[in-house]
Structure formats: structure tokens, C-alpha cells
């Protein structure tokens, strides 16, 4: 907070006083906002009629000048209902007064505080106001003619807000309404003769609770009769005979002021209004029942009721169709007759009839017509009766005629695997239901079933072991008895076997490099198109796939290495469905015939040369240089070994001398001089290469 200083003032002009005045005024004050409290006295459950103060307390801590708050209170967390009021002061709290509390005013109620942006609510506090005011109900009249209206007034006008009023004629409820002002009235007609004692009463919803007050007091209004009856007449009986004229007639009778208005009715059929009511007419049997003559009066409202019995003169006719079920070709008679007769007016022969179809007459000469049925019969059917001039009219009849079955026909749904179960539809396409239809084979039945409607279908199930079991089976369609049957032609359709596990081979069987190699994967049973397909080893994605329409296939290597060897196998699938896996054969690539050569050749020079090198160790090692005192002189020949270890003859009388090279004192090395170098020579000792002749 920021303040100015004012204590030299006195020295300064008055102009200037005046400004900093306004300076010294305009200081900045803070404020916060800190509880909201409701308070409510005298206590939050009282009596009616007591005098209520809730009170908004506001704790704020401020600096300064104390800052300008919005109160605000509202009811049952509604704050836009009737009970919302807004004050505005610098005070820290504000009182809400109700004078005379009500049980309308009961309920939960809140106030909130507003200050420059700070909002804060109290926390609910229920108020309840026991007891409510005891309705006083009046009347306008308490004599009255019937149907005259009485003004009722129910008041409740101590009690607010909005009020449920009922009003009773004893225990008669006669008006539920709801009134806002503590007050409610209504014209009440009353109808009934003799008197009526009425109350009334009243309920006020609460958010929680429905309070109802007590019963009103009872007014007794008495309701006299007024003298006036109306009257029927039915001339010349109330029971006739179809075809006699009758005449009724409604009238008023009695000691009656003002402009009545008569109505003549059967049921809720007005026949006529007025001042005078008559009805005339000739009758038929449909005219039997009660009669009604109403006069209305004012608000009265008097019912008088004759009851008309009207004899037929003859039956409504029935029309009959024999048999009930005709198929086309037979006969049909259509027949029309009446049961009943007036006998006192005529005879059986007095009624003529007449027989229709599709609005068109057949004929009339014996109430009856016969025909073959076809579909030319086919239609609505009705017949009429006439006595001079009462017509009466059949019920319609619906005829259509049965249609023999047609040859069926047996089909497959589906695909016909050997050895598993597949379907058969039977169908005739022409014949009326039901139909029954019969699945043989080899004429033996095997099921039956019948078919009601259109949309049913006659399905079979089995299962074949050979191909040629297909062509056993039949069905059967019937009608209308084993007269009707009709049996199909056998069943043709293809067969799908089954591929059985195949067999693999290579062609040819002994396999060398570069050989062309073709791996053949047949079955011996399997309806075509069949699938194959070739795998190595465990390796599930397959080295060629392919379709074709013969029980085999191939896949060719056209120059196999060795990296081909290994496990093979195949596969077979066709329209059955299962996988068959073949034999697994184990596959060597035996290595190259001009590779084999060469190992060969190769090995055979390894070994000459290492027989030569042998043979070179071995005579080296035989030559021996000799010292000069004569070693190294044979005196006799080595023996020789050949090539294949076998000893060569001994030379007779031949003798062998070896000559030597005379040697320096260092046998191995002998120094040379040529000019300043010194060369090294070797002697080879006992080598043939440099013998010598003496």
C-alpha cells in the first residue's frame, strides 16, 4: 500500500492543498475475501406464521477503506427462482427477512458474495415451516335444478407458491387443478339427482416432500330432478320379419320449459336430431338391436332404449365346394343353400339362388354348378339368396385347384467327395403342396420328408464308398397319394476321390554330377485337377508347384551338383481337400567320371614319384665315398631291388670297381683361390653321376 504524507501542508498555496487532498483520498486499498456464513434465527424449523431472518456474513481483510460487496441469496440451489434477492453495501453482512413464514417456504438456502472478482457461496442451511391452513370452500347456490352449474371456491389464502387444489363430492373426485394465488374456482355442473356434499383440499410440493392440508369444511348443495322423460315407439312390434316396414319414433314427455333437442341412435349410429325424431324403414335381420331416443335439455342429458328383434325371413346362404381339395381334372360342384326359413311367410322353393365367380353368374337352376377343375375354375366364389326383394350374399370363397406333381429332378448341393457326406435336393416344379418327397437308392428308402411352402426345400444327406454308387440313387415325389408319384431319373454328377498318398521316384536312379534328374510324384487314385508340390529336406517352402490333369507330374533338375543331395518329398491336393505327403528319399550326387580321372592320374604320379624318390634315396645311400686307403671298393655287386621288391639275380663273374677323387684334408669343403676370393666347393660324395675311368 502506498500513502502520502500530509504534514506540511499549511505551507503550501490552497490551490495546491486541494489536489493533494484528492491524492491523500485516492489511496490504493487491498481486500481478500476470506468465509461467507449464513445465518438463520430463530431457528431453521418454526412454526407458519413466524417471522424468519437469515443473515450473509462476509469475512474480509482489508487495508484501507472497507471495499463494496454484492449479497445475493437464493433457494434450493436455484439461483434465478423467486427467492433470489441482490444487495449491494460496504457492510460486512445483510439480512433477509420472510414476515410470516409459509411451508411454501421451506427448503435448502445459500447466500454468495461478490467483491472486484473474488466469488464465494456459503455453505445450505434447510429451512422447514410446519403446518398449513385449513381450505375454506363456497358456493354460488346450494339448490339447483339438474344439470345446472354451481360456481365452487376453494381458498387457501394464507398459504404461497404454487397450490395442487382437489375438489370431491363425497369420495368422488369432480376437478384436480393447480392455482398460484392460495385460490382456485370452477363451475361445477351438477348431473346427478339428489344432494351432493362437497369439499376440497390442497397439496404443496417441497423439493423433498409433499405436504397436504386438511379437509375443508363440507357444503351441502341439493339437486332436484327436472320433470321431463323421453319416450320410444316401434310400430307396428319390436319383433318383425325381414322385408315388414317398422317406424320408430322419439319422443318427450312431461312438464318441461325451453327448446329440447331429440336424437334416435343404434350404438354410435345417429339415425336423426331435431325437435322430432323418427326413423322408418324396411328391415332386414342386420337391424336387430337396441334403439336409443336422448334428449338433451340445457346441461341434462335423458336416454330411454327399445330393443328391435328382427326374424330372418331366410338364412344368409353358405357356399359350399366339393371336394375341399380338388386337383385339376376332377370334378368340382360348387353348391349354395340357406339353412332357415320363416316358415309363416314362405317355403324352401320360394328362394332362388345364384352362384359367382369373380363377380361373373354361373348359373341358378339348382343352386348348385359343376365343373372339372383347371385352372380355368380358379377364383373368388360367391353366391346370393332372393325373396322378392331381400338379396342377401355369401361369404366369399378362395378355389384354386391342386396341380398333380411333375417328374422331379434330383440334384447335388455342393461337391460329391468319395467317402464323406454330401447333400441331394429333390425338386418338382409343378405340384401343390404339401409334397412328400422320398429318397431311394437302389429302391430302398432311405428318408422322407414334406415340404409345406415355397421356400422349404427337400434336402438329403449320404455318402458313397465307389464312384459309380452315384448313379443308385432316385427320389420320389407324390401329392396326392401313391397314385400321384412320380420318380426321378438316377442321379449323375461328378465325383471328386480322394488323392491317395503318392509315391516319388527319380529318374534315373544312380545320380552323377551334371546328369539331368527328374523327380517324379504320382498317385494311384485322385480325381484331376491335382496339385503337386516338391520340398528338400525341412524346408517348408516347396521347390515347385504345379496343377495338371493327369495323376502325375514332375520336376526336373536339369544338371545336378552336389549340393542337391539331400531328403525329398512331395505333396498331392486336389478338390477333397487333404494333403498327402509322399515317401521321403534320400538323394547322393556321386561325383564326375572325369573327376574321378584325374584323382586317379593325379594319385598315380604322386606315387611313381615318390617310387622314384625312394629309389634315388636308396642308391645314394648304397654309394659310399672311401677314404684312400682303399674303402669304398665293392668286392661284390649290391643286390638290386625292381620296382616290385623283388630281387635280381646275382651277375656272376663280374667285377665292380669304384673310383675316387683324391680329397683335401677338410672333406667337406675345399678352399679355392682365385685372385682375393676364396670359393667353396662341394664334393659330392658317392654319386654315380661323377664316376671316372681310370
Not at 183 to 210: F, K, M
Not at 340 to 355: K, L, N, T
Request: net charge negative.
Amino acid at each position: 500500500m502506498w500513502t502520502v504524507r500530509c504534514s506540511r501542508l499549511n505551507r503550501l498555496p490552497l490551490f495546491l492543498l486541494a489536489i493533494i487532498a484528492t491524492t491523500c483520498t485516492g489511496a490504493e486499498s487491498g481486500f481478500v475475501l476470506k468465509s461467507v456464513e449464513l445465518h438463520v434465527t430463530p431457528a431453521d424449523t418454526v412454526e407458519r406464521g413466524t417471522e424468519l431472518k437469515l443473515t450473509c456474513i462476509a469475512n474480509v481483510g482489508h487495508s484501507g477503506t472497507s471495499p463494496v460487496l454484492h449479497f445475493s441469496f437464493f433457494k434450493d440451489y436455484n439461483k434465478h427462482n423467486s427467492v433470489h434477492i441482490s444487495q449491494t453495501n460496504t457492510s460486512n453482512q445483510v439480512t433477509y427477512s420472510i414476515s410470516k413464514a409459509r411451508a411454501s417456504h421451506s427448503g435448502k438456502y445459500q447466500c454468495d458474495v461478490k467483491v472486484n472478482g473474488q466469488y464465494m457461496e456459503s455453505s445450505n442451511q434447510m429451512i422447514s415451516v410446519k403446518g398449513l391452513q385449513t381450505p375454506v370452500l363456497s358456493v354460488d347456490k346450494q339448490d339447483v335444478n339438474e344439470g345446472s352449474t354451481v360456481r365452487v371456491h376453494c381458498r387457501a389464502e394464507e398459504e404461497s407458491g404454487d397450490l395442487i387444489f382437489l375438489i370431491k363430492n363425497g369420495s368422488s373426485e369432480l376437478y384436480h387443478g393447480q392455482g398460484s394465488s392460495g385460490e382456485v374456482q370452477w363451475n361445477l355442473a351438477l348431473q346427478h339427482v339428489g344432494t351432493s356434499e362437497l369439499s376440497c383440499s390442497y397439496a404443496i410440493r417441497l423439493p423433498l416432500d409433499t405436504l397436504q392440508s386438511n379437509t375443508s369444511n363440507v357444503v351441502s348443495v341439493v339437486v332436484r330432478e327436472l320433470d321431463f322423460k323421453p319416450t320410444i315407439r316401434v310400430f307396428p312390434s319390436e319383433h318383425v320379419i325381414e322385408g315388414d316396414s317398422v317406424d320408430i319414433s322419439c319422443g318427450l314427455a312431461g312438464d318441461y320449459h325451453g327448446s329440447p333437442s331429440l336424437s334416435l341412435f343404434k350404438g354410435l349410429h345417429l339415425f336423426q336430431t331435431g325437435n322430432v325424431s323418427e326413423y322408418k324403414t324396411v328391415v332386414n335381420a342386420n337391424d336387430s338391436g337396441s334403439y336409443e331416443c336422448s334428449v338433451r335439455m340445457d346441461n341434462v342429458v335423458k336416454s330411454v332404449y327399445a330393443n328391435l328383434t328382427v326374424k330372418e325371413l331366410f338364412s344368409t346362404p353358405v357356399l359350399t365346394i366339393i371336394p375341399a381339395e380338388v386337383f385339376e381334372g376332377q370334378q368340382v360342384t360348387v353348391t349354395c343353400s340357406s339353412s332357415e326359413f320363416a316358415s309363416e311367410r314362405i317355403g324352401r322353393r320360394d328362394v332362388r339362388y345364384s352362384i359367382y365367380r369373380n363377380n361373373q353368374e354361373l348359373g341358378s337352376s339348382d343352386s348348385s354348378y359343376r365343373d372339372k377343375a383347371s385352372s380355368r375354375t380358379n377364383g373368388n366364389y360367391t353366391c346370393t339368396a332372393r325373396v322378392n326383394n331381400t338379396v342377401k350374399w355369401s361369404d366369399m370363397k378362395v378355389f384354386i385347384a391342386k396341380v398333380l406333381i411333375s417328374k422331379p429332378t434330383i440334384t447335388v448341393r455342393g461337391e460329391v467327395i468319395l467317402g464323406r457326406s454330401f447333400q441331394m435336393e429333390c425338386r418338382s416344379d409343378r405340384g401343390s403342396f404339401p409334397i412328400t418327397y422320398t429318397l431311394k437308392r437302389n429302391n430302398v428308402v432311405l428318408a422322407r420328408t414334406s415340404v409345406s411352402e415355397a421356400y422349404q426345400k427337400a434336402i438329403f444327406n449320404s455318402s458313397i464308398q465307389h464312384e459309380n454308387q452315384i448313379q443308385e440313387f432316385r427320389c420320389e415325389a407324390q401329392n396326392n397319394g401313391e397314385d400321384s408319384a412320380q420318380m426321378s431319373d438316377a442321379l449323375l454328377t461328378s465325383v471328386t476321390v480322394p488323392v491317395q498318398k503318392p509315391t516319388l521316384m527319380t529318374l534315373p536312379e544312380d545320380i552323377t554330377e551334371d546328369d539331368e534328374v527328374n523327380f517324379l510324384c504320382f498317385v494311384m487314385k485322385g480325381s484331376p485337377p491335382i496339385s503337386f508340390k516338391w520340398y528338400k529336406d525341412d524346408n517348408r517352402r516347396p521347390l515347385d508347384t504345379v496343377t495338371v490333369m493327369t495323376n502325375f507330374s514332375m520336376y526336373s533338375v536339369p544338371s545336378v551338383k552336389s549340393f542337391h543331395s539331400g531328403s525329398y518329398h512331395c505333396e498331392a491336393l486336389n478338390g477333397a481337400g487333404k494333403v498327402e505327403v509322399s515317401n521321403t528319399i534320400p538323394i547322393t550326387v556321386k561325383m564326375a567320371r572325369w573327376k574321378k580321372g584325374l584323382i586317379v592320374g593325379v594319385c598315380v604320379l604322386c606315387v611313381i614319384g615318390l617310387i622314384l624318390t625312394l629309389l634315388k634315396l636308396y642308391w645314394a645311400n648304397r654309394v659310399k665315398v672311401t677314404s684312400s686307403n682303399g674303402a669304398g671298393i665293392w668286392s661284390e655287386r649290391p643286390v638290386v631291388l625292381d620296382s616290385s621288391g623283388v630281387v635280381e639275380p646275382e651277375e656272376p663273374n663280374v667285377e665292380y670297381t669304384e673310383v675316387l677323387h683324391v680329397q683335401m684334408a677338410d672333406p667337406e669343403r675345399v678352399p679355392l683361390r682365385k685372385g682375393t676370393d676364396t670359393v667353396y666347393s662341394e664334393v659330392q660324395r658317392s654319386s654315380p653321376d661323377f664316376h671316372e675311368e681310370n
